[in-house]
């Protein structure tokens, strides 16, 4: 992604800028608007000497995303024994994120990258996606040690649904982001979408 | 997305050319080795032609895609009374076809053209991901009728699930899209992933 320039004094200075100014117009102007040309003005520097360095947009955003120099969420569930309310805050910060049209950009943007380019699809799933990932199977895992979640069940796949839900909202674009299925969601997972059969005490569960 | 000159006869005739030789590639060789060149030597056409009617291979893609040029999935899940099985056929057809790698570069390929251009994924949005979400949420509705879902629960966050959970895969590129974890979501979703105390159907007893 790197120009062979990298590493001299000066050369780093000017890659420096360059990413700053990717960040900076980012939050400012979301990807769809960001342009080589306003990176470059932005950095002060000609637009060829970004080119010469990045393939294009999605290299640059990649490449500013993977250096953390963009914002990333806390990513760790957190275990307070309640598995329901751990996974609904993490979840809702997820989602609150991802509802801000600055992030959204930003996922669009890498989610782009990832589509043209197989080891920028590596290097972001490593640093961003896969932990994601990975602290939700955790959680459950805790869930089964101690009896809340039932044991065999393919946690990597509920992984997989909790992500990918908001992830094809921000994606499709068809419906604003917001938490308000979230909760619903997550007691579809938890609880399961067929009613209960007669006689269980419908006051004492928690389906809203 | 296309040029002035589109609807005259032979620049029609040049129009389809182009179409038909980008979907050629995309089966042949995938989005990523796809270039706006080699659709240009395929469809006998110089690269400036292509180049003048398209913006890049994103949009050279998606209206291939819109065209129906590309093979689409049949998307109505049955209503065969069994809400399991309808959906766990649906399901798997869908995984299966993003499990081929050409389908899943094309998949790829339109989430790219999407996060470069919000009136391509209202058009992809209308034309495919829509469709796919609105079986799913009518079948659901289904089962709500008969009994089989509970009412009230939020039947689109479900479907955003039910589609997120293999697009995650697909676009993440961290595990094969294999039908393995299907059927453990399907039942996470319909029957909840608490375990079930002896004798009781407790899974729904609020926890907290």
């Known amino acids: 992604m790197t120009g062979p320039g990298r590493g001299r004094p000066r050369s780093e200075a000017v890659h420096r800028a360059v990413l700053s100014a990717t960040c900076e117009l980012v939050e400012e102007v979301g990807y769809e608007r960001l342009s080589i040309e306003g990176v470059a003005a932005r950095a002060g520097v000609g637009k060829q000497t970004v080119y010469r ?3 294009g947009k999605s290299a640059l955003v990649t490449e500013a995303v993977l250096t953390g ?3 990333v969420p806390d990513q760790t569930v957190r275990d307070t024994g309640d598995l329901r309310a751990d996974l609904l805050l993490w979840l809702q910060a997820l989602v609150g994120l991802l509802g801000q049209e600055a992030t959204a ?3 669009r943007a890498t989610a782009s990258a990832a589509a043209d380019d197989a080891d920028a699809a590596g290097e972001l799933y490593a640093r961003f996606t896969g932990p994601l990932h990975a602290t939700l199977v955790d959680r459950l ?5 101690v009896g809340q979640v039932r044991p065999g069940a393919d946690l990597s ?3 997989d649904a909790l992500i990918g839900a908001p992830l094809y909202r921000v994606l499709a674009r068809a ?3 917001t938490t308000s299925g979230t909760e619903d969601l997550l007691d579809a997972l938890l609880t399961g979408l067929s009613p209960l059969p007669p006689g269980v005490p419908a006051e004492g569960i928690d389906r809203r």
């Open 69 to 71: 120099r963009l914002a």
């Open 53 to 55: 360095r990045w393939a």
């Open 175 to 177: 419906e604003p982001v």
């Open 141 to 145: 895992a805790a869930g089964v040690d």
């Open 105 to 107: 950009s930003l996922v």
């Open 157 to 159: 796949a509920v992984a």
